[in-house]
Every structure is written in structure tokens, then in C-alpha cells.
């Protein structure tokens, strides 16, 4: 007849799990003498650091392989994104309403749009884009020849945005009914072609002498500038009419191709700025949208591709 195994107790089984751990009379550490937890110690450490070592051989080589002027993060979209500031954007339209009789709200929009032309002072863009580039031609730059091993930049002064540029009317007209919005056409990679391969973002943040990657040659078909052009969807009793700033709207062509941020450090953006002259209700709904023959704007599912629709309203 078998025997019962005597139950243990928990001084017991501390006991037997301290001399697992320490067990004196073999002199053991945890079942495996010292000289053998040396030798099993050294090999893990053998083995992770030739791990490693090749991982990190593998990512040198394939880092080095990559174009530094290439950007890291790309898209398939078809044409760039259109943006529009002040950019005061809700969860479904974007809308740029202000109140002509609060001076707290005309006052945040021109804030915005003091803050976005900073990049743009007149004064800053001589320091950073001295370079006298030619008007009306692509300003094609095969070689470095910038210093530190860069790429020169066209200046785009803030000045060139007349009365939308908020040297002489620092409100940029919110405090009326005639205010001034600006478009920014996102920047973009391809090749020279007439069809867009990469798009790089749709949202981009412009701070002082700084940029995203581009390269990109706009074509209308014409062999001029491309331009933006704006159209009231809604509202058009409520608008008698609008100015562009540049004349006629046009991004001209010195400021493309862009060749990204390591080769153009200071590059800006060229952009456009619309004053509209608000009547009746001033309110209305605004299409711009970008005019070249390379560039799209009809896409469902990309509001901002090639265009940009906004509500403008002004409140007394």
C-alpha cells in the first residue's frame, strides 16, 4: 500500500528554495557553479554584441545608400495641397468669419497673419535670399554653388503682397469689411514631366528661414507663370470684388524647382494674397484654386488638392 507524500510547510519549501538558490555544500549559485555561470555569461555577451553589430552594419549600409536630398517621408498624390490663412479650420468647413466691431476678434485674425509673413520680412529675406534671380525662367541649379555646400534661393519679400502685406495697413483690413486672406501652395517632388509623383504633406509649419522638400516645375501650358485664380461659389451679390497681390495672382517660375531642405535651407514659399471687398451680407463661399495644366483639383476625397474652398463672412 502507497504512501501519503507528506505535505510540506512554507518553512519548508523557503528552505529548500534557499539552498536551490545558495547551496553550500557543492558550493552552487542557483544549480550551476561560478566558474560555469562565467563562461555562459561571456557567451550571451559574445552573442548579443555580434547581433547587434550586424544590425547596426545592416542599417549603415542601407542609410548609406539613400539620397540625402531625397525626402524621407512621400505620397502618391497627384497634385500639391492649397492652403488658405488665416487658417481658422473646424472639423468640416473652413470658415473665416470675424466681427468688424470687436476689436479683440479682427485682431486675432491679422495676429495670424502677422505671424505666417514673419519668414517674409522684407529685411529678413535679404539676410537669407540675397541671390538676383531672373524673373519668368525655372532657376535650374545642377551644381552647389551656394555656401556651405548648398543651393541658392529666391527671395519672396512681404512687400510683394502690397496691400495685403501688412507693412502699411497692419489690420490686413479685418477691421472692415475689405479683408485679405493668402494662399500657399504646398510644395511637392517630381520629375520634369507634366504629371506630379510625390506630394510631402499637406499641412506644413513655416518658420524663419526654414522648409520642407520640393522639387517640382508647375507648367499652365502657356510657358508662363501658373496663377490662382478665385471664384465665388456662394454669395457672389455679396462680393463686389477682389484684388490679387501679385499682380494677376502668379507664383512665377525662379521659384521652382525646389530642391529640398538640406540644398535650400532658406527657401519660402511664394504665395498670393486676395482682398475682397465685402457687400450686402458680406458673406460668400471661395474657391481658389491653382490654374496649370499638371495640376489637378478634382479630387473627392482631397478638398485641398489643386484648390481650397472657405466661407468668408464678416460680422458689424
Known amino acids: 500500500m502507497a504512501t501519503l507524500k507528506e505535505k510540506r510547510t512554507c518553512g519548508q519549501r523557503c528552505q529548500d528554495f534557499g539552498h536551490f538558490v545558495w547551496n553550500s555544500d557543492e558550493g552552487k549559485i542557483m544549480g550551476r557553479t561560478p566558474e560555469r555561470w562565467v563562461y555562459i555569461s561571456l557567451y550571451y555577451a559574445a552573442f548579443y554584441v555580434v547581433m547587434t553589430s550586424l544590425f547596426s552594419l545592416a542599417i549603415y549600409v542601407l542609410m548609406y545608400t539613400l539620397d540625402p536630398y531625397t525626402p524621407d517621408y512621400q505620397d502618391r498624390l497627384k497634385s500639391p495641397g492649397v492652403m488658405v490663412w488665416p487658417d481658422t479650420y473646424n472639423d468640416e468647413v473652413l470658415e473665416i468669419n470675424y466681427n468688424m466691431s470687436d476689436k479683440k476678434d479682427w485682431m486675432k ?163 498670393v494674397a486676395v482682398k475682397f471687398d465685402l457687400v450686402n451680407q458680406r458673406h460668400a463661399v471661395i474657391q481658389c484654386r491653382l490654374m496649370a495644366n499638371n495640376i489637378a483639383y478634382q479630387n473627392f476625397y482631397d478638398p485641398y488638392e489643386g484648390k481650397v474652398i472657405f466661407h468668408l463672412k464678416a460680422f458689424s
Open 109 to 271: 485674425m491679422s495676429k495670424i497673419l502677422q505671424d505666417f509673413l514673419i519668414p517674409y520680412n522684407d529685411t529678413k529675406q535679404s539676410q537669407c535670399n540675397h541671390y538676383n534671380c531672373t524673373t519668368g525662367k525655372y532657376f535650374f541649379q545642377h551644381k552647389f554653388n551656394a555656401p556651405k555646400h548648398t543651393k541658392w534661393s529666391c527671395p519672396f519679400y512681404q512687400s510683394t503682397l502690397g496691400s495685403c502685406s501688412g507693412l502699411d495697413d497692419h489690420t490686413f483690413g479685418y477691421n472692415t469689411s475689405q479683408p485679405c486672406v493668402i494662399i500657399k501652395m504646398n510644395r511637392v517632388r517630381q520629375g520634369y514631366g507634366r504629371t506630379i509623383q510625390r506630394l510631402i504633406g499637406r499641412f506644413e509649419v513655416i518658420a524663419h528661414c526654414s522648409s520642407q522638400i520640393i522639387n517640382f516645375l508647375p507648367n499652365n501650358g502657356t510657358g508662363s507663370a501658373p496663377y490662382v485664380n478665385c471664384t465665388i461659389l456662394e454669395g457672389e451679390d455679396n462680393v463686389r470684388g477682389y484684388t490679387y497681390y501679385p499682380v494677376n495672382g502668379s507664383l512665377d517660375l525662379s521659384y521652382f524647382p525646389y530642391y529640398g531642405k538640406l540644398a535650400q535651407p532658406t527657401y519660402v514659399n511664394p504665395l
